[in-house]
Nanobody
Framework: QVQLVESGGGLVQAGGSLRLSCAASGRTFSSYDMGWFRQAPGKEREFVARIRWSGVFTYYADSVKGRFTISRDNAKNTVYLQMNSLKPEDTAVYYC?????????????WGQGTQVTVSS
């Protein structure tokens, strides 16, 4: 199992930027994919972005493509989410997640979440 701790959330005006960080421990960081998800009030948790273990390949939800960038530093056991041109609809609790060792492609380790609030 891997332990994940997010940081970097906060309150920002529409059009602003934030960078989220997620520090991982407990498993060789460079051996698994990482992802970011978010959950807005009254809505289900949704996928935001994913980065392969090597950092070479990234995937994004259509709603954030071109505005958000996921990256990772395997030497620091940390994954990042750079969020630019933020919109009020980006308001949510953001979670980082680690890929399962038992079911490839599935995320089964989650951080505690960090709140992002975008004011209009």
């Amino acid at each position: 199992q891997v332990q994940l701790v997010e940081s970097g959330g906060g309150l920002v005006q529409a059009g602003g930027s934030l960078r989220l960080s997620c520090a991982a421990s407990g498993r060789t960081f460079s051996s698994y994919d990482m992802g970011w998800f978010r959950q807005a009030p009254g809505k289900e948790r949704e996928f935001v972005a994913r980065i392969r273990w090597s950092g070479v390949f990234t995937y994004y939800a259509d709603s954030v493509k071109g505005r958000f960038t996921i990256s990772r530093d395997n030497a620091k056991n940390t994954v990042y989410l750079q969020m630019n041109s933020l919109k009020p609809e980006d308001t949510a609790v953001y979670y980082c997640a680690a890929e399962s060792t038992r079911v490839p492609g599935k995320f089964d380790s989650w951080g505690q979440g960090t709140q992002v609030t975008v004011s209009s």
